[in-house]
């Protein structure tokens, strides 16, 4: 099953304005990582945000975790084309002493040069 | 390269036959996970090691999908009597640590069953 929901599902901009993506989940978390995948290709890891952490900047992405409303908000700012990819949302849950991610259905962020 | 290779890349079986595939995770990384991932969806847990030992197996994983990871370092996921239903890509990512670090996926095998 999956926890995280991503929102919108696909979103459209052009070269140069922010993208903004939400994700909400459902349980309680260790922390939660954002994930890009190109088309037909494995997924690379962004950025990781603690559940004791509430914002965390990489470069041009800036993440928010807000864990008393259970969703989480990746901002990517002056977007070029080739960050038109997927973008996935991946919850860690602390399962039997171990920690699993549990990933979204994604947002797909198509850039328009 | 120091990332994670899966092998093959592309497999296309006739339903009923057997396929493995392959992943050799970063060396360095004790925790290795499966993931499969069908189209329009994230990626599904199927099962992950710590070290050799295989800590967690999904539901989605039937009696006819086994995976191995040897002496703790390359894994094997196997599936036997393939279906249709078991056209996905599937993801090998590894790990170093809990909490701390993301995870390191490969590029994965898109298997196809006709």
């Known amino acids: 099953s999956q926890q995280g929901e991503e929102d919108p599902q696909a979103l459209s901009i052009q070269e140069g304005e922010n993208a903004t993506m939400n994700c909400s989940y459902k349980?309680?978390?260790?922390?939660l990582q954002w994930y890009r995948q190109n088309s037909g290709r494995g997924l690379v890891h962004l950025i990781l945000i603690r559940s004791n952490e509430r914002e965390k900047h990489s470069g041009r992405l800036r993440v928010t975790l807000d864990t008393s409303k259970k969703s989480s908000s990746l901002l990517i700012t002056a977007s070029r084309a080739a960050d038109t990819a997927s973008y996935f949302c991946?919850?860690?849950?602390?399962?039997?002493?171990?920690?699993?991610?549990?990933f979204g259905k994604g947002t797909k962020l198509t850039v328009n040069p | 390269d120091t990332g994670v290779s899966q092998d093959p890349r592309h497999k296309i079986t006739k339903r009923g036959q057997n396929v493995t595939f392959r992943c050799d995770p970063i060396s360095e990384h004790n925790r290795l996970y499966w993931y499969r991932q069908t189209l329009g969806q994230g990626p599904e847990f199927l099962t992950y090691?710590?070290?050799?030992?295989?800590?967690?197996k999904s539901r989605l994983l039937s009696d006819r999908f086994s995976a191995e990871r040897p002496k703790g370092s390359f894994s094997t996921l196997e599936i036997q009597r393939t279906e249709q239903g078991d056209s996905a890509m599937y993801l090998c990512a590894s790990s170093r640590g809990e909490g701390v670090f993301g995870y390191t996926f490969g590029s994965g095998t898109r298997l196809t069953v006709v």
């Open positions: 090691f710590q070290n050799e030992a295989q800590l967690e």
């Open positions: 349980t309680s978390i260790n922390n």
């Open positions: 991946a919850t860690a849950l602390l399962q039997g002493g171990s920690e699993k991610l549990v």
